[in-house]
């Protein structure tokens, strides 16, 4: 039976083909043990280079690896910023009409929220970052009022560094810790800006002075940051071709480098001190030299507040008005006249204390950040500025072609920051509501001519309308206590004989008599101008209370300026 069964699956199964030689293996691959090799060989050697190298090369591999961090913060804060601009203004608020309370509650809390990203991101990557943060509080009249409000934390309260890092930095420079330089030196930073922070300390004879120390790792991430920022200004070109700001990197970034260096911004301060010493309501603190170096700056301790401290000035029995008047006095004289321009006076570098002669003294920081502009540019812009504010189109034309400029009118309101209305008047008093949103109109819809005007400017002009417009915005911050135009057109037209009257020589009675009678000339087109803007408002006042004009809010604006 078993032998019939196993006949039956004999024949039901088909013939097993023949066997052939064994099938050949397949090689071992190498890329495997190769990788397992190098890792395992690499691993041990990096640490072994990590542990042995100096402390300077290890930070050097960290900041790297911290620069893909840096980009990626940024890239993800503007992702997030336009996004969140998409949804509200697509999305959350569609269907409310323009204009309307519910529409800019919604904005403004959109506006909130940028700014608070992108105060985080500043802070966060530090340094130029911070520097740019700064640099948009100065255009509080084009920004929703959200953005200046918000990163103004970065003119002095920046992040700050610990004890740790400031005396590993004092080793590698002054082979001493701070404690061992100064009779007494305090850790607490007093102010943390985009570069460094300052500190109180004595010298061993007991002087108080302040030490500005440079963020330890801020020289060797520069290079990387700079080249981020230009990636991050291609992508944005990519995606917005008429924001092509890559240019203005690249014109700036020597400029910028030259501010890591402690020991050209003492020179810079002391230069500053020789130029305005016939200015005898501001101080710059004397640098003390042997306890300078690249990356540490020590200057007398002076005492005073914030110039857009209101409460502060006033608290000193000291007057807005005094305080306005003498910043735009001493920035004129740089821009009009010496041509050697502090180039980042924000808040936070000018402090306000009482002086000898019980009023407002001015004290001059952090000058790092310098430009210097031409004397033949000088003299363009000086003749500039009066014919703006006499309205003399003519010499407006003229004047900004010697500086490369063909849209004059364009370059004029940009170089005023306001409209140039019809008669001299209009630049009087601050800006009204109307002039606010012409500015910030002006700024989104023709920012390519825009960009076209300060691109055919000299490169110096760049930091100088820095200078002038963060000027105006602490003027404005003050309540705009003091008519900042007229005041610069004076200095302007003084600058202005005072250059012509040295290139002749021997000519000391001729350049005063030219002085007298330019100034004379310009004052008395100034007084005609004021009795006939305040003649035409008291006529207006006279209508409205007769009756025979209503007496609208837009009047109300136009009276009050």
Same mark, same amino acid.
């Given at each position: ?21 064994? +099938?050949? #293996?397949?090689?071992?691959?190498? @890329?495997?043990?190769? /990788?397992? !090799?190098?890792?395992?060989? &690499?691993?041990? *050697? $990096? ?5 042995? +190298?100096? #402390?300077?090369?290890?930070?050097? @591999?960290?900041?790297? /690896?911290? !620069?893909?961090?840096?980009? &990626?913060?940024? *890239? $993800? ?485």
């Amino acid at each position: 039976m078993g032998l019939r069964r196993a006949v039956q699956l004999c024949r039901l199964r088909p013939p097993a083909p023949p066997r052939g030689p064994p +099938a050949p #293996r397949p090689p071992v691959g190498l @890329l495997r043990p190769a /990788l397992v !090799g190098l890792v395992g060989l &690499g691993v041990p *050697l $990096a640490t072994a280079w990590y542990l042995r +190298a100096e #402390r300077r090369e290890r930070r050097r @591999l960290w900041l790297l /690896l911290d !620069g893909v961090g840096r980009f &990626g913060r940024s *890239l $993800a804060v503007g992702i997030h910023i336009s996004l969140d601009y998409w949804w509200t203004a697509n999305v959350a608020l569609r269907g409310l009409e323009e204009g309307s309370p519910a529409r800019a509650a919604g904005m403004a809390r959109c506006h909130q929220r940028a700014a608070e990203r992108l105060l985080r991101g500043a802070l966060r990557n530090g340094g130029l970052y911070v520097k740019l943060g700064q640099g948009l509080c100065a255009f509080n009249h084009l920004l929703p009022p959200e953005y200046p409000a918000t990163l103004r934390r970065l003119e002095d309260r920046a992040l700050r560094r610990g004890y740790r890092e400031v005396d590993e930095l004092f080793l590698e420079d002054f082979q001493t810790t701070a404690a061992g330089l100064f009779q007494e030196f305090d850790y607490e930073p007093v102010a943390a800006a985009s570069l460094a922070q300052v500190h109180r300390a004595r010298l061993q004879d007991g002087t108080p002075v302040a030490v500005k120390v440079q963020y330890i790792d801020l020289r060797d991430r520069f290079e990387g940051d700079i080249r981020t920022l230009e990636l991050l200004l291609r992508i944005v070109e990519f995606m917005h071709p008429d924001f092509a700001l890559g240019w203005v990197l690249q014109e700036l970034k020597g400029t910028l480098a030259r501010e890591l260096d402690f020991e050209n911004e003492g020179r810079n301060a002391e230069r500053c001190a020789r130029d305005l010493r016939h200015c005898g309501y501001v101080v710059v603190p004397r640098v003390h030299w042997d306890k300078c170096s690249k990356r540490v700056l020590t200057a007398d301790f002076c005492e005073g507040c914030k110039i857009t401290n209101v409460e502060g000035i006033r608290s000193q029995g000291l007057g807005l008005r005094d305080a306005a008047d003498k910043l735009i006095r001493v920035f004129a004289e740089q821009i009009f006249y010496t041509g050697f321009i502090h180039a980042d006076p924000h808040p936070g570098n000018v402090l306000v204390r009482r002086g000898p002669d019980g009023k407002a003294q001015l004290v001059l920081l952090d000058h790092g950040l310098y430009e210097f502009l031409s004397e033949r540019d000088r003299a363009a812009l000086c003749q500039l500025w009066r014919a703006i504010v006499l309205r003399d189109d003519a010499a407006m034309k003229r004047r900004a072609a010697e500086l490369g400029v063909e849209d004059y009118f364009l370059f004029c309101e940009i170089l005023m920051q306001r409209p140039l209305g019809a008669g001299r008047g209009a630049l009087a008093g601050a800006l009204t509501r109307e002039q606010r949103a012409y500015m910030q109109e002006m700024a989104a819809q023709r920012f390519p001519r825009i960009l076209g005007v300060l691109r055919a400017l000299p490169r110096p002009m760049l930091l100088v309308f820095r200078n002038i417009n963060t000027v105006r915005s602490i003027n404005a911050a003050l309540g705009a206590p003091v008519d900042r135009y007229f005041l610069m057109a004076r200095s302007a037209v003084r600058s202005w004989s005072r250059l012509s009257g040295e290139r002749a020589a021997g000519a000391r009675v001729w350049r005063w008599l030219r002085v007298a009678w330019e100034s004379l000339k310009f004052e008395v087109a100034l007084r005609l101008d004021c009795v006939a803007v305040k003649l035409t408002a008291s006529l207006l006042r006279c209508l409205a209370s007769w009756g025979l004009l209503p007496h609208g809010e837009r009047l109300g604006q136009h009276l009050r300026a």
